[in-house]
């Protein structure tokens, strides 16, 4: 790190005092420069008045994982100055305001600080206590600017941009600007030794997050009951719903809606309301995170075993309980795959990235249809909230939906008699009608014994057939759900599996282990259930770490029991602690500890 | 036990509906409830008021959770799809259902334990929510597929079976879904047919909840001395608050006026409520100061029945004006399960265009 287009840093402020469109506009400027960049935003599960952080990564090779180290923090709330100052690598830069003077806890041998009094600037220029805290964060994104190379014509033409239909507003965050910009200029050594210099590296790229790109996905797919309950971090995936909703669905003439969205009372509420909704026929979705999954549970055990399809977006986050709501993790890979009571097993995705939760989401539609079961869209608080630089999202109009098998009224006319659960094709995959369809349709649907006609049982034959035809189909599923993405590398007999969120960290520890001569295959799974070439990767390598987000290596246990390969053959690496992985963890991991070594 | 299948032995000459289709058409599976059971009384009254209605059976969802109320569904319109899902949570997947196809004629069957035990918030919920259906409640105080323990309506003093008192208040529903908005509540016996039908075609054609409470004794588990829901016990307080008629669109409407004599001879009020599928239902109430179609006045009404230890029955409050779910949500007037790829799906040049938000 440091060098020009290649590093980090972080800004400690309090949180509801509008840092983040600060730390918005500084990642979105460096954007337009071309240049490859990441944020991620720590923040505390709470509304206002305590500590926040947003780190920075740029970089020209396109290594957006969480940044191993920083290079400098700007330490801009006392409460965290100790932990601040403690965070900068050896020989980095911590800038603070200097409005009053250097308190004790932030000196340190080794790192060059820098203060800029952005206090005092905002005091003597702008009026009200509220206008100046807000403005004392566009002042500091002026003094980085100035520090790190930024285009001051971005950052203008940003600012027009989201402030140009209120000019009051516009003409203080432009004079905060330069504030904070000329002061750095006037009293530091500009630009630091790493800086920002233009790229061409982003013009086919955008920044956005998880769970806005998922809802995209779902308006794209046709979905059109969405049921929910607010939960921390799933809730801003609903409410970008609703937004593009509004913006594509609502009739210009009649002001009619084709769309409807339900706010239940409870997780198990929209869990049900998106089962009714897809029993009827609808493409409906919820959205939650880890307690909700729980709550959710008895009626993903009915919706497997009657057969409907509904898609669950679990953007997930630390658990047990209550947990870290706004910390990371992937907790949660045991509690999907095998959700409710008795045998159950559903299938789950796990996009990488908000590029990969748009075309999953679509996918989830076509399997939830396709299966009649519940999917699980497994993103997490790090893919759903944080902005991320990923290819333009692009749609294919030649797309139709994979409906799977219904019956209609036609179909049925030709049918001696119509058994709901009856496996015609030997793929496990009944074909359904949906209410309304009349004649011989009709059929119904319980959670208690039945039998291929949908007849109430409690023959064990009966019930063993049906069972063992839901077995069929997930095996079916297999063959339908998105493969393992593999980056090889000639002669490496380390392999690395991994899954979800950590892909961007162990692509660049796969990079940093090459670069120490560590040669390691790696495969990213995408999807449960598992491949073949799942077990074949494990099998072909002498030894296999898999890398994932929990304490308890839920995706190996996975693999372990699904693919019956021996719990010695993967050696987990586990980061837990709540923020997005770094490559570091993973490096260390590898090159530290002699391999096939069980946890 | 597998389902039975029930004779079927048509008489030729039983009157058809406006469908063509006789009452036996509207029938479904062979009861597997007690033999007296009052859930059954309740099934043949909505097998009555679905084939006057003239209810087209593919068009309608019947929908339960989980007790010997919820197994109901099996036992009428075996043409219309039915959903027999999980204890307490029939009106949410009710209401998804209700949600996705504005077309169907939503159908939920519950008890008082499914309603107002586990799925107590859920029966609230979907009251306010203003869900377009019709949700019947079986209550008979126990809980009967698990052998009779108290349920959260039995009253203070009623004795079970093996002589045990219950101490604990009881949740009266219709006094509930008044205070929660409900739009249309009713409340009827089950041995009461003759007024338990016009309710039922009155609760079909509301657009919105019609919450219908109907006491329907337990003939294994309560139905002894000592039991407030006994079947003697319910005839001996039955009070008929409100005498409801429904008169479907396509009959003329013959209006009485107000303050005309009831056949009780006393001076009642009768109201004519234009529901929103154009039928009527004409309210008489049997109390001069009652005005069912006032929320505050139905409440009241009711609590002093039961302060004289009376359950008030008739179509206790309707509110004809009511918003319903597909009002509040102003889903389109064809059913959203009815909507093209095309009506949904933006398409790749609203996303290109759309990207430019995004950088």
């Not at chain 2, 519950?110 to 029966?123: A, F, P, R, Y």
Request: aromatic share 6%.
């Amino acid at each position: 790190m440091n060098g020009v287009n290649d590093f980090a840093f972080k800004i400690g402020t309090v949180n509801g005092t509008g840092s983040a469109s600060a730390n918005g506009l500084l990642m979105r400027s460096i954007f337009r420069m071309g240049i490859p960049v990441s944020g991620k935003n720590l923040f505390p599960s709470n509304i206002q008045g305590l500590p926040t952080w947003y780190e920075i990564r740029v970089n020209g090779d396109g290594h957006l994982g969480r940044a191993p180290e920083l290079d400098m923090v700007v330490a801009l709330n006392p409460a965290t100055y100790a932990k601040d100052v403690a965070a900068v690598r050896e020989g980095g830069y911590l800038l603070y305001d200097s409005s009053w003077p250097l308190p004790k806890q932030l000196e340190r041998e080794g790192i060059t600080v820098l203060g800029v009094p952005f206090g005092k600037l905002c005091v003597e220029a702008f009026e009200g206590d509220r206008e100046r805290t807000l403005l004392r964060n566009i002042a500091y994104t002026g003094s980085l600017a100035a520090l790190l190379g930024i285009d001051m014509q971005v950052v203008d033409e940003l600012l027009n941009e989201t402030f140009g239909k209120k000019p009051k507003l516009l003409d203080a965050n432009h004079k905060a600007i330069r504030l904070g910009y000329d002061a750095a200029v006037e009293l530091l050594e500009c630009p630091l030794p790493f800086r920002l210099e233009r790229m061409d590296a982003t013009s086919d790229s955008i920044l956005i997050d998880g769970n806005t790109a998922a809802a995209l996905g779902a308006v794209y797919a046709g979905a059109t009951v969405g049921a929910w309950y607010p939960i921390t971090p799933s809730t801003s995936l609903m409410e970008a719903f609703t937004g593009f909703c509004q913006k594509y669905r609502v009739d210009p003439e009649t002001n009619e809606r084709k769309f409807a969205i339900l706010q239940a009372e409870d997780e198990l509420a929209a869990a049900g309301i998106t089962i009714g909704a897809g029993w009827a026929g609808a493409r409906a979705f919820t959205n939650t995170s880890g307690p909700g999954i729980s709550l959710m549970q008895e009626f993903l055990g009915l919706a497997y075993y009657a057969d409907i399809p509904a898609v669950f977006f679990n953007i997930q986050r630390c658990g047990p309980s209550t947990g870290m709501p706004t910390r990371t993790q992937q907790p949660d890979i045991l509690s999907m795959a095998y959700a409710s009571h008795g045998d159950t097993k559903h299938p789950i995705l796990f996009p990488a990235d908000p590029g990969e939760a748009f075309e999953m989401a679509v996918q989830a539609f076509d399997l939830a249809d396709r299966l009649q079961t519940p999917i699980f869209v497994a993103s997490d608080l790090d893919i759903g909230m944080n902005d991320w630089m990923v290819k333009k999202l692009e749609w294919d109009d030649s797309y139709t939906p994979d409906r799977g098998k219904v019956l209609t009224a036609e179909d049925l006319e030709k049918l001696a008699r119509f058994s709901r659960y009856r496996d015609v094709d030997g793929d496990g995959i009944a074909a359904r009608t949906l209410p309304g369809v009349g004649g011989k349709g009709a059929y119904f649907v319980r959670g208690s014994g039945h039998d291929m006609h949908a007849d109430y049982t409690e023959d064990s034959a009966a019930y063993c057939e049906l069972v063992d035809r839901l077995r069929r189909k997930f095996a079916h599923a297999i063959t339908l759900v998105p493969e393992p993405m593999v980056i090889k590398q000639e002669g490496a007999e380390i392999g690395l599996i991994t899954l979800g969120g950590c892909d961007a960290a162990v692509r660049e520890a796969q990079d940093l282990l090459r670069q120490q001569g560590i040669l390691a295959d790696v495969m990213r799974i995408r999807a449960f259930p598992f491949q073949d070439e799942v077990k074949e990767f494990i099998e072909s390598h002498e030894s296999v770490y898999v890398i994932e987000q929990n304490r308890d290596a839920q995706l190996r246990s996975l693999l372990m029991i699904e693919l019956g390969v021996p719990r010695e053959s993967m050696t987990p690496i586990l980061d837990y602690g709540g923020l997005p992985l770094t490559a570091r963890v993973v490096v260390e991991a590898v090159a530290g500890a002699p391999a096939g070594v069980p946890a | 036990m597998t389902s039975i299948a029930k004779p079927i032995a048509t008489h030729p000459r039983l009157k058809t509906n406006s469908l063509g289709l006789t009452i036996r058409d509207y029938e479904g599976g062979m009861s597997t409830l007690c033999a007296g059971c009052g859930h059954d009384s309740v099934t043949a009254a909505i097998v009555q008021a679905a084939w006057e209605l003239a209810l087209p059976p593919h068009r309608a969802a019947k929908m339960s959770g989980i007790g010997c109320s919820s197994k109901t569904t099996a036992y009428f319109m075996k043409q219309s799809h039915g959903f027999n899902s999980v204890h307490g949570r029939m009106p949410s997947v009710a209401s998804g259902a209700a949600a996705a196809n504005r077309g169907l004629n939503v159908i939920g069957i519950s008890g008082d334990g499914d309603s107002l035990s586990i799925g107590l918030g859920q029966l609230t919920h979907a009251i306010r929510r203003n869900t377009n259906m019709l949700y019947v409640i079986e209550n008979n105080g126990v809980y009967g597929l698990t052998k009779g323990q108290f349920s959260a309506s039995a009253d203070i003093g009623s004795k079970l079976k093996k002589g045990e008192t219950n101490e604990q208040p009881p949740i009266d529903p219709v006094l509930l879904a008044l205070s929660v908005g409900a739009t249309f509540v009713g409340r009827s016996f089950s041995g009461d047919k003759q007024q338990l039908v016009p309710i039922l075609k009155a609760a079909i054609s509301h657009r919105g909840l019609a919450l219908v409470d109907v006491i329907s004794p337990c003939v294994t588990f309560n139905n002894h001395e000592g039991s407030t829901k006994s079947y003697q016990y319910t005839r001996d307080h039955d009070v008929a608050a409100v005498e409801a008629d429904y008169i479907p669109v396509c009959d003329p409407i013959e209006i009485t006026g107000l303050g005309a004599q009831s056949s009780n001879g006393h001076a009642d009020s009768l109201r004519v409520v234009q529901l929103h599928d154009g039928g009527t239902v004409r309210l008489r109430s049997t109390s001069p100061d009652y005005d069912p179609t006032d929320r505050a006045s139905a409440h009241q009404h009711i609590s002093a029945c039961q302060r004289r230890g009376e359950i008030a029955t008739g179509l206790l409050f309707v509110d004809s004006g009511s918003r319903s779910l597909h009002d509040v949500l102003r889903t389109s007037s064809t059913p959203l399960v009815d909507l093209r790829h095309e009506d949904l799906c933006p398409g790749s040049a609203a996303l290109d265009s759309l990207m430019k938000r995004f950088r």
